[in-house]
């Protein structure tokens, strides 16, 4: 099992819509959550941080974290074609030093 | 404030070679973390640095080794370079070893012909 697991997708979504990208872990003693954006050739840029159960909003970003439930997702209302990239769920673990270990990332298609 | 700095951005090598990657992370902070990232995959964590000791290590060979001056600043060394080892080297900086947001830099491309 892999620490961290994300739907390689693709995710296609129309413009303007709401698109949905999930990530489990396994390893219940993480602690802090994020999600990056990378577009392709280039390096991973922060999107957005959780760390307490609940939702997070920022701007048409929206972050979801259920530690029970060892899963955390992102919203992306008013989906743009600039959205359109890999978008890559990152978990701090604790268990052996902390370290923030990602998953393999979804790509988003967001189609004008 | 200039964010994390790598060099070079591009490079080229042949097996066997050995290659040295360098970073600078954002200014205050203390921790390093090296990362490969392969066409297709997520980054896999190599190391991470704080305070010019060790703190992490992922499942990468001995060939892979790396170190933090007390600038902070880091480099991750490659030895007997393999074809496999062609990726994007990725360094990124954050204040501390305590599970802080990390930053990236915008990456070092290796090609190993």
């Known amino acids: 099992q892999k620490e961290v697991e994300q739907n390689s997708g693709p995710l296609s979504v129309p413009e303007g819509a709401i698109a949905s990208l999930n990530c489990t872990y396994s390893d219940r003693g993480s602690q802090s959550f994020f999600w990056y954006r990378q577009y392709s050739g280039k390096s991973p840029e922060l999107i957005m941080f959780i760390y307490s159960n609940g939702d997070k909003e920022d701007g048409r970003f929206t972050a979801q974290l259920n530690k029970a439930s060892q899963y955390v997702s992102l919203l992306i209302r008013d989906s743009q074609p600039s959205d359109s990239a890999t978008y890559l769920c990152?978990?701090?673990?604790?268990?052996?030093?902390?370290?923030?270990?990602f998953g393999a990332g979804t790509r988003l298609f967001v189609k004008a | 404030d200039a964010g994390v700095t790598q060099s070079p951005t591009h490079l080229i090598k042949t097996r066997g070679q050995h290659v040295t990657l360098r970073c600078s992370p954002i200014?205050?902070?203390?921790?390093v973390s090296w990362y490969q990232q392969v066409l297709g995959q997520g980054p896999q964590f190599i190391f991470q640095?704080?305070?010019?000791?060790?703190?992490g290590r992922g499942n990468f060979p001995d060939r892979f080794s790396a170190r933090q001056f007390p600038n902070y600043s880091s480099e991750l060394n490659v030895n007997a370079l393999l074809l496999g080892d062609s990726a994007l080297y990725l360094c990124a900086s954050s204040r501390d070893d305590l599970g802080n947001t990390i930053y990236f830099g915008e990456g070092s491309w290796l090609t190993v012909v």
């Open positions: 640095y704080y305070e010019k000791e060790e703190r």
């Open positions: 200014s205050g902070h203390k921790s």
């Open positions: 990152a978990v701090n673990r604790a268990t052996g030093g902390f370290k923030t270990i």
